[in-house]
Each structure stands twice: as C-alpha cells, then as structure tokens.
C-alpha cells in the first residue's frame, strides 16, 4: 500500500522517535530497539482487540479504532 496525504504523516508519527520516547517513559520499558509493525486494516471485529499472548518477543500492542 502506497501511503500518501495525512494518512502517511499519521503513520510516520506513529513509528516515529517522539512517540517511541515518551511511551519509553510512561511504560518504564526503553522501546527504542523494538521493531515496528503496523498493521492497517479496513475493517476489524471486536474480538481482534482481546488481550492475548502472542509470544515472548512481541513487547507492546497499541491498537486504535
């Protein structure tokens, strides 16, 4: 997917260095290293937003609707 507009500032501010720092701070965890995914999707179902265990090296979910 080709990112563009607003659309493509809102995701560079969500993988950016400004909101990796102070989630750093608020979750006294250094995120720094932590790679990124983000995941767009169209359409979601409650249930995607359960708590769950992925596995041991995924540290943080931040979902938003």
Do not use: N, W
């Not at 607003?6 to 501010?13: C, M, R």
């Not at 993988?15 to 965890?29: A, D």
């Amino acid at each position: 997917m080709k990112l563009k507009g607003h659309f493509k500032t809102l995701i560079a501010e969500l993988e950016g260095p400004e909101l990796t720092e102070e989630l750093s701070r608020k979750f006294g965890k250094d995120l720094h290293a932590c790679p990124r995914l983000t995941t767009i999707m169209r359409r979601s179902q409650p249930k995607y937003g359960a708590i769950h265990t992925d596995g041991p090296s995924k540290v943080m979910t931040m979902l938003s609707t």
